[in-house]
């Protein structure tokens, strides 16, 4: 009875320290992401303060019809030191993305998605999916909450096999968004 009793409480504080890792690392991500909003606000309010890529896309797919798209990127200010210049004379931009909105439809379906990178790390922090669900005509949201990377919540935890939330979805659209980010801004031969 004893042991059934000591592992009861070892396994019930167990589960209280990892509830309170993960609060504290929602309150973290919280206070990055309210950071990130600020920024954008004030940079609205005064132009030197903007570092953004918007990308627009407007094409046919092929049994849906057209297909829009709007990404906007926000970043760093870019920066660079004498060692990072290339030996062609071309300078090796540095800078971190650290929060992507995407907006695009497929058929009728709208569909909104946000993308909070971890400001230390680079990693992914925070996803918003948010799009129409067919049976109740309502928009619905998904939230998914990261720690070193790894997903450790989704809000709400469990979600109709109709909803595009698949967490590996969401962690390719991480990458993919960021090696965007490094092209088209870090190696931009332009800038």
């Not at 540095?94 to 946000?114: A, K, M, P, R």
């Not at 450790?152 to 659209?173: G, M």
Request: charged share 25%; hydrophobic share 35%; glycine share 4%.
């Amino acid at each position: 009875m004893k042991r059934v009793f000591s592992f009861t409480m070892l396994l019930t504080l167990g589960i209280v320290v990892a509830f309170a890792a993960a609060n504290k690392q929602i309150e973290r991500i919280r206070a990055i992401y309210n950071d990130v909003h600020e920024h954008i606000a004030m940079a609205q309010e005064e132009p030197m303060m903007t570092n953004q890529m918007t990308i627009d896309i407007n094409q046919m797919y092929p049994g849906s019809g057209p297909h829009k798209e709007h990404i906007t990127f926000y970043f760093t200010c870019l920066d660079f030191s004498e060692e990072d210049q290339r030996e062609d004379g071309s300078i090796n931009w540095q800078s971190d993305l650290q929060f992507v909105t995407q907006s695009y439809n497929i058929g009728g379906h709208e569909y909104y998605c946000e993308y909070l990178y971890d400001p230390e790390t680079s990693e992914p922090l925070f996803a918003l999916i948010t799009f129409d669900d067919d049976e109740t005509g309502q928009k619905q949201s998904v939230r998914y909450y990261f720690d070193k990377g790894k997903l450790f919540q989704t809000i709400p935890a469990k979600t109709s096999d109709e909803w595009p939330t698949d967490v590996n979805d969401r962690l390719y659209n991480f990458k993919h968004l960021q090696e965007i980010f490094k092209q088209v801004i870090l190696g931009n031969s332009l800038i």
